[in-house]
């Protein structure tokens, strides 16, 4: 059973940048593609960003594309969101998950392909 943790969020300025962390623990990390979520107050959640196992393949999107970057640094159990030019409509909160898919070095996009969950980090950005 992994365990993760996000950490970075906070209330910005539109046009600012965060540093979103999500830190795994208690299961292995590394054979396993990554995601990020939002979720914003009234709406369904949705997709941000996914990395393969490797680090090797990205995917976005299309909203946030060119704007953020995921990456991960599997030596240190952890899966970042880099967020650069934030608009308010950006505000949410921001979930990383864990896809079930073990070994499986592509980038899932869909809520199904993620079975474990972190509890959130807030993000708002003001105008």
């Known amino acids: 059973q992994v365990h993760l943790v996000e950490s970075g969020g906070g209330l910005v300025q539109a046009g600012d940048s965060l540093r979103l962390s999500c830190a795994a623990s208690?299961?292995?990390?590394?054979?396993?593609?990554m995601g990020w979520f939002r979720q914003a107050p009234g709406k369904e959640r949705e997709f941000v960003a996914s990395?393969?196992?490797?680090?090797?393949?990205?995917y976005y999107a299309d909203s946030v594309k060119g704007r953020f970057t995921i990456s991960r640094d599997n030596a240190k159990n952890t899966v970042y969101l880099q967020v650069n030019s934030l608009k308010p409509e950006d505000t949410a909160v921001y979930y990383c998950?864990?896809?079930?898919?073990?070994?499986?070095?592509?980038?899932?996009?869909?809520?199904?392909?993620?079975?474990?969950w972190g509890q959130g980090t807030q993000v708002t950005v003001s105008s």
């Open positions: 998950a864990r896809s079930f898919r073990r070994d499986y070095d592509e980038t899932p996009r869909l809520l199904e392909d993620f079975r474990s």
């Open positions: 208690g299961s292995t990390f590394s054979s396993y593609p």
């Open positions: 990395i393969s196992w490797s680090g090797r393949s990205t």
